[in-house]
């Protein structure tokens, strides 16, 4: 509503409030009632000044809706503004030029500059698009050591049991337990050609988030399948339900299904397979008793294929069909606990590749991950 409006409803409201002052006065004057013309017109005047009030307030609340969609866009203008100017520093950070900004500069620390929390999330964003066993598990950013408490009821349950009245019962009970999760330090390099690094138009900034995200991604897929002694722990040392093939080289139907069975069914509707191509090349050729293949080709799963009714994820980092190896891990990745720390620390060699006409972009990151939810996993073991 235009501000002439405004004023013109707020001038008629007074006229209006100045007659029914105007009535009442000439009633007192004359010691009597309200005739029934002045009674309906008073009335009437009441019902007016009430809609010029509602439409008043509207006016007020509409212009509040503006001025806090006012501010919000205005918030939002400055953290884009903010994400550019950190991308921009970033860049120019690792061509060698400083910029002296306090709100986007980067802090210098003992590893080099700590990245803008903008260009770190943007690194664990590609992890997560190209690492799916990182993106399905149950994942933590927290500094520090991480204690994560569980039911544990493997050892002692709590049962429900008959009864008969003024007889005792004995008390049974479950336990809680914990998983710790630390931080082990991890560093990944990728080299920058200085050529391209000096054309204007060479996105300078994806290129090391791509390559930053490809280099930690492959790193995490095969510390969180199989880890490192004394590292981190991952799937295989975590994972306590096993299946173990009857041959070293070959996998049957019946192993197959045994694998699957061994999660309960409330934790199968976000289940995987996880395997080596060459293992999923042998499952191809697996048939049931109806001489049908047990792995399909399915357009609507996520890697293209089915197997027994869940997605088969293949991976370089899972070894083939070989004697005492884990082949294949099954169940919901949720049951796999990850933390990693997002705040990145980032170092520019400069000298150290300067024969190879590059520069070297260090980064380093803190991650941590084991099991917290057996029942959700299980494994496939040649024999």
């Known amino acids: 509503m235009e501000k002439e409006n405004l004023k013109g409803l707020e001038e008629k409201r007074a006229d209006l409030e100045e007659r029914a002052t105007e009535i009442l006065e000439n009633a007192k004057k004359e010691t009597r009632a309200f005739t029934d013309e002045e009674s309906k017109e008073f009335d009437e005047i009441e019902k007016e000044i009430g809609k010029i009030d509602k439409t008043i307030e509207a006016e007020e609340r509409a212009r509040n809706f503006e ?213 999923r090349t042998v499952i191809r050729k697996l048939k049931d008793s109806d001489g049908n293949y047990l792995l399909n080709k399915d357009m609507t799963a996520k890697w293209g294929y089915t197997l027994l009714g869940k997605p088969v994820y293949t991976s370089d980092n899972m070894p083939k069909m070989e004697t005492g190896k884990t082949a294949i891990f099954y169940g919901d990745l949720e049951g796999l606990a990850v933390n990693v720390q997002e705040e990145a620390n980032i170092q520019i060699l400069r000298e150290k590749y300067a024969e190879q006409h590059c520069i070297g972009v260090l980064g380093f990151i803190e991650a941590d991950a084991k099991v917290e939810n057996t029942q959700k996993l299980a494994k496939l073991v040649m024999a």
């Open 67 to 279: 001025i806090k969609k006012g501010k919000k866009k205005m918030e939002e203008e400055k953290l884009e503004n903010k994400e550019e100017q950190e991308l921009r520093c970033f860049a120019n950070y690792i061509r060698g030029t400083v910029e002296e900004r306090a709100d986007v500069n980067m802090t210098q620390t003992d590893n080099g500059a700590v990245v803008p929390s903008s260009i770190a999330n943007k690194i664990i964003e590609k992890v997560v698009d190209m690492c799916p066993i990182y993106s399905m598990a149950d994942r933590y950013n927290a500094k520090g050591t991480l204690n994560i408490p569980y039911y544990d009821e493997e050892t002692q349950k709590i049962e429900c049991e008959y009864t008969e009245e003024f007889t005792d019962g004995t008390s049974t009970s479950g336990k809680f337990a914990s998983i710790s999760l630390g931080g082990y330090l991890a560093r990944v390099l990728t080299k920058v050609s200085i050529s391209l690094m000096n054309k204007s138009d060479f996105d300078l900034v994806s290129f090391v988030i791509k390559k930053m995200g490809q280099a930690i991604s492959k790193f995490m897929e095969k510390e969180l399948l199989f880890g490192t002694d004394g590292k981190i722990t991952g799937l295989n040392s975590g994972v306590t339900q096993e299946v173990r093939s009857a041959s070293a080289t070959a996998i049957t139907t019946d192993e197959l299904i045994d694998l699957q069975e061994m999660i309960p069914d409330v934790y199968q509707a976000g289940a995987i397979w996880i395997m080596n191509k060459a293992t």
